[in-house]
């Protein structure tokens, strides 16, 4: 399976070898961790590698998947920062904003990555102001016309909100 997946990659036909390949890492191959570790991964085959794991949602599957997608970082890409800003929403504010600031960056949607600092803000209740932040990422957001954003808006509005409400 290794040397079938090596033969993959080395007649460009990545999608093949890496099907191959996670299934090879997944069995803890060490040649194959090693010989994937070790090649110059391009940002969109680092991403499909970290999309593919990320599907697979199996509890050794998370590590992979931010692998490949900080490997996918390292090259500069917008949609890998992204990623890594909603899969550490959950566990790391601190991680998960530097990963939404760096997608601006890059050029990734400033209104997409505003919705969903909003919806950080707005579940983390660790931290202070927290829906005054909210508010404010999901009104630069539906300033430019994100409807999701507006949506979450007038829910704080109908709660009680006074910030949203204004």
């Given at each position: 399976q290794y040397t079938l997946a090596r033969s993959y990659y080395e007649?460009?036909?990545?999608?093949?070898?890496?099907?191959l390949f996670i299934n090879l890492i997944e069995q803890q191959h060490v040649l194959s961790i090693s010989w994937v570790k070790d090649q110059s991964l391009s940002a969109d085959q680092c991403l499909l590698?970290?999309?593919?794991?990320?599907?697979?949602?199996?509890?050794?599957?998370?590590?992979?998947?931010?692998y490949f997608y900080k490997r996918a970082l390292s090259k500069e890409n917008n949609k890998a920062a992204f990623r890594l800003g909603q899969l550490y929403s959950d566990s790391s504010l601190d991680n998960a904003c530097e990963y939404f600031s760096r997608a601006q960056q890059l050029g990734y949607s400033e209104v997409d990555c505003h919705f969903e600092l909003g919806k950080l803000y707005e579940r983390n209740d660790l931290i202070e102001n927290n829906l005054e932040m909210a508010c404010?990422?999901?009104a630069k957001a539906a300033m430019k016309h994100h409807e999701l954003s507006l949506k979450c808006l007038q829910n704080l509005a109908q709660s009680g909100n006074m910030i949203a409400q204004m």
């Open positions: 007649l460009n036909n990545f999608k093949k070898a890496i099907i590698l970290a999309e593919h794991f990320e599907l697979e949602n199996k509890k050794t599957s998370i590590e992979w998947t931010l404010e990422f999901y």
